[in-house]
């Protein structure tokens, strides 16, 4: 099993992706081989949050040269995550007909999005 800190590469950041995180959506370059439910689980260990939806795609690399020298950059892959961002109490009924009532302990945001790169 791959460990969450293989999985997230680093984060991605455009101007696109910086307007998408008022939406609560971040984007993310990720282990190219990687599932949807492994990036699900990665990103919610590292950064207490709940993943609510997972979109990746998939780039492969750009033919380069330098001089004569021919080559191509690696391929990879992108994954853009959208968090809860309003975490609602959930409430449920337990035995007996008493109504009890859970508080999600999430962050509704990724404080640490824009410092690494």
Do not use: C
């Amino acid at each position: 099993m791959k460990l969450a800190e293989d999985i997230i590469k680093k984060p991605l950041i455009t101007e696109k992706s910086n307007m998408e995180v008022a939406e609560g959506k971040y984007t993310f370059i990720v282990d190219k081989n990687a599932t949807k439910t492994e990036i699900k689980k990665a990103v919610e260990k590292l950064f207490q949050v709940k993943v609510l939806k997972v979109n990746t795609m998939n780039f492969k690399g750009k033919k380069k040269r330098m001089g004569v020298h021919e080559g191509f950059r690696p391929d990879w892959k992108k994954a853009i995550v959208k968090i809860d961002t309003d975490p609602k109490p959930v409430s449920y009924i337990e035995k007996g007909g008493k109504e009890a009532v859970i508080n999600k302990k999430f962050k509704t945001s990724i404080e640490e999005f824009g410092a690494t790169q």
